[in-house]
C-alpha cells in the first residue's frame, strides 16, 4: 500500500516579545518496522536526516515572528507498506496513567503560564466541548 501524507504544524507567537533564532524539530518517522518514508517535499526547506530504522527527523529554521505573528511549515511524505496494521486503534486508558498524565500535563511550568485568563478561558472551551480528559 502506498499512502501521500501531508501534514502541516502552525507555530504562533502568542507572547508578547519577538519570537528569534526558533528551530523546530519534526520527527517523520513510522512506527512499523515494514513501513518505509520517501520525503517528497518540505517547506520551507528544512535539514532532513535519516536516522536508525530508516527515520527521518527534520530541523526547520523559524523565522523571526513578531507578537501575533505565526509560521506554517508543511512536509509532504510517501508511506510504503506491505501492512494495514496501523496501531492507531483506540488503546484503553487506565485510570493511572490519565491521573499521571493529568499531573504532568495540567500543572504550573515553568513557561507555562496556566493561571493567564487566556489560557483559562481556552481550557474551559475545550474542556466543555470533550466531555472528558
Keep these: 500500500m502506498r499512502l501521500k501524507i501531508e501534514m502541516q504544524a502552525n507555530v504562533h507567537n502568542r507572547g508578547s516579545s519577538k519570537l528569534t533564532r526558533g528551530m523546530m524539530i519534526w520527527h517523520l518517522f513510522t512506527d512499523i518496522e515494514n513501513q518505509f518514508v520517501e520525503?517528497?517535499?518540505?517547506f520551507p526547506p528544512a535539514r532532513v536526516t535519516e536516522k536508525a530504522e530508516k527515520n527521518m527527523v527534520a530541523v526547520i529554521?523559524?523565522?523571526e515572528l513578531n507578537p501575533g505573528e505565526s509560521?506554517?511549515?508543511?512536509?509532504?511524505?510517501?508511506?510504503?507498506?506491505?501492512?494495514?496494521d496501523w496501531l492507531m486503534e483506540p488503546q484503553i486508558t487506565t485510570e493511572e496513567r490519565i491521573a499521571r498524565n493529568r499531573g504532568t500535563y495540567c500543572s504550573m511550568q515553568k513557561?507555562?503560564?496556566?493561571?493567564?485568563?487566556?489560557?483559562q478561558e481556552l481550557s474551559q472551551r475545550a474542556a466543555e466541548r470533550t466531555g472528558d480528559d
Design 39 to 42: 520525503m517528497i517535499d518540505v
Design 71 to 84: 509560521f506554517s511549515p508543511t512536509v509532504v511524505l510517501r508511506i510504503d507498506t506491505i501492512t494495514r
Design 111 to 119: 513557561y507555562w503560564e496556566i493561571d493567564d485568563p487566556l489560557v
Design 61 to 63: 529554521k523559524v523565522p
